[in-house]
C-alpha cells in the first residue's frame, strides 16, 4: 500500500507541474558581443525587401499583359532588378545586424548539453540588435514569396493560367498579300517548281509566330490535299508555316526527289530533328518526331498576279503543348 500510495504522489505532482516552463536562467556572460541596434539600417532592409517584392510582381504583370511593348526586355530588367535588391538587403543584414565575432579556431562538434546550449545562446545573441524582427521576416517572406511567384509564372502559361490568345493569333487574313524577304510582293509566275520560298504577310510583324510561311510549285496533278481544300493551291502552288510542329524550329530545307527510290516525291524538312513533310499531301508527316502536319494556307492568285492568302492557317502554328494547342488560331 505504501508503495501504491508513493505512485499516485508522483502522478500528482507530474500533473500538477505539467506545463510549468522553469524560470529562465538570466545568463551572466555573453558568448557575442552586444551590437548596438540600428534602426536606419533595419528601415533600408525593409525598403530593399519592399523593392524586390515590387519588381517580381512586375515581372508577372508583364509577363501577363500581352500589351506591354518590349516584354522581354521589361521581363529581364524586372527580374534582374529584383535579385539585386534581395542581394542588397541580405548585405545589409549580414553586416550591420548581425552580430559577429572572430575565433582562431573552429567550434566543435556540439556534443554535450552545455555545448548545445551554448550554441544556441550564440544563434539568439546574434539577432540582438534586431527591434524590428518580426517585421524584417514578414517583409523577407512577401519578397519571397513574390519572387516564388515569378519564377512560376511562365510555367502557369503552359496551363492555361495566362492570357494564351497569342499563341493562337496570326497575321493572316483574306485578301493579304504574300511578300518576300525585301518586301516585294511575291508573285505566282516567280514561283517556280523545284525552288523553296519563305514569305511573310505584308505590313505585319514578321516575329509573330505565325507569320512566316513557306511556299513551293507542285505539279497540280500531284497534289493530294486532304478534302475540304478545294482551291487552296492556284496553278500548284501551296503555303505552309514554316515552324515545325515538334520544336518550333524553322523548316529551311526542300528535298528534291534526287534518288527516286528512297526519296520517291519532294518535301519540306526540318533540319533540327529531321521532321519532314509532304507538300502534296496537306504537309503530312512523312518521317521523324513531329506529330502533326504543317499547318496550310490557302491561296488565291490577285488581280496583278500576285499571291495573297484566303483565309487563315488550317491549324495552330508551331508544337502542340498540353492544355494550350486545343483550339483552331484567330
Request: some cysteine.
Amino acid at each position: 500500500m505504501r508503495a501504491l500510495w508513493r505512485y499516485l504522489v508522483a502522478a500528482v505532482v507530474l500533473l500538477l507541474g505539467r506545463g510549468r516552463r522553469p524560470p529562465r536562467v538570466e545568463r551572466a556572460e555573453r558568448i557575442v558581443p552586444a551590437g548596438e541596434p540600428s534602426p536606419r539600417a533595419e528601415l533600408l532592409v525593409l525598403a530593399l525587401f519592399g523593392a524586390t517584392a515590387a519588381c517580381a510582381v512586375a515581372f508577372v504583370v508583364v509577363y501577363a499583359v500581352e500589351s506591354i511593348p518590349h516584354q522581354t526586355q521589361f521581363l529581364g530588367l524586372s527580374l534582374g532588378v529584383a535579385f539585386a535588391f534581395l542581394a542588397a538587403a541580405l548585405i545589409v543584414i549580414a553586416y550591420r545586424l548581425v552580430v559577429t565575432e572572430e575565433l582562431e579556431e573552429d567550434y566543435p562538434v556540439p556534443a554535450h548539453p552545455a555545448e548545445q546550449e551554448a550554441l544556441g545562446q550564440l544563434v539568439e545573441e546574434s539577432g540582438d540588435r534586431m527591434t524590428r524582427k518580426r517585421l524584417l521576416l514578414v517583409g523577407g517572406g512577401a519578397a519571397g514569396a513574390a519572387l516564388g511567384a515569378a519564377l512560376v509564372t511562365p510555367a502557369l502559361s503552359l496551363g492555361p493560367a495566362f492570357e494564351i490568345a497569342p499563341f493562337f493569333r496570326t497575321p493572316w487574313r483574306r485578301g493579304v498579300r504574300l511578300v518576300d524577304e525585301d518586301g516585294r510582293p511575291l508573285h505566282a509566275h516567280d514561283v517556280l517548281e523545284e525552288t523553296f520560298y519563305t514569305a511573310y504577310p505584308e505590313g505585319a510583324d514578321r516575329e509573330q509566330l505565325g507569320a512566316p510561311i513557306v511556299v513551293v510549285r507542285l505539279r497540280p496533278a500531284e497534289l493530294h490535299l486532304p478534302a475540304g481544300r478545294d482551291g487552296w493551291a492556284p496553278h500548284g502552288i501551296v503555303a505552309y508555316s514554316k515552324i515545325c510542329t515538334h520544336a518550333g524550329c524553322a523548316v529551311a530545307l526542300y528535298r528534291k526527289p534526287t534518288f527516286p527510290t528512297v526519296e520517291p516525291r519532294p518535301a519540306l524538312v526540318c533540319p533540327c530533328h529531321y521532321s519532314t513533310f509532304d507538300p502534296a499531301r496537306g504537309a503530312k508527316v512523312l518521317f521523324g518526331p513531329a506529330g502533326r502536319p504543317l499547318p496550310q494556307l490557302p491561296l488565291f492568285v490577285g488581280p496583278s498576279g500576285e499571291l495573297r492568302a484566303a483565309g487563315n492557317l488550317s491549324g495552330p502554328v508551331g508544337p502542340a503543348w498540353w492544355g494550350v494547342r486545343n483550339r483552331r488560331p484567330s
